[in-house]
């Protein structure tokens, strides 16, 4: 059964920092592209970071050079290191594969990890 969780989410005060995980059980990654999400109530899912098969990393605008994505070479783990978190990073963040060139199927989504920034 494939399972992604995500955890390390907690609440913060703003400026401080935060290292979410992303654990793939009963699958690995492989050749997949691989995102961080996060949603807000009533908005729709934005991507925060991608990072490629070949370990290739993209941002969203908003991420500002505070965040860096990885993942590990087995392919079983994802990482999201935060620095510098401000109030409007407040949101439920989930992990999947990069699902932006819309040709690729995504893992079946786990619960999300909730940060709150508060100031």
């Known amino acids: 059964q494939v399972q992604l969780t995500e955890s390390g989410g907690t609440v913060v005060q703003a400026g401080e920092s935060l290292r979410l995980s992303c654990t793939a059980s009963?699958?690995?990654?492989?050749?997949?592209?691989m995102a961080w999400y996060r949603q807000a109530p009533g908005r729709q899912d934005e991507v925060v970071a991608t990072v490629s098969h070949a370990f290739t990393r993209t941002y969203a605008t908003f991420v500002n050079d505070r965040f860096t994505i990885s993942r590990n070479v087995v392919g079983n783990r994802m990482f999201l290191q935060m620095f510098c978190l401000k109030v409007e990073d407040s949101h439920v963040y989930y992990c999947?594969?990069?699902?932006?060139?819309?040709?690729?199927?995504?893992?079946?989504w786990g619960q999300g990890t909730q940060i709150t920034v508060v100031s």
């Open positions: 999947n594969t990069d699902l932006q060139s819309g040709d690729v199927e995504p893992f079946p």
């Open positions: 009963g699958t690995r990654f492989g050749g997949k592209d």
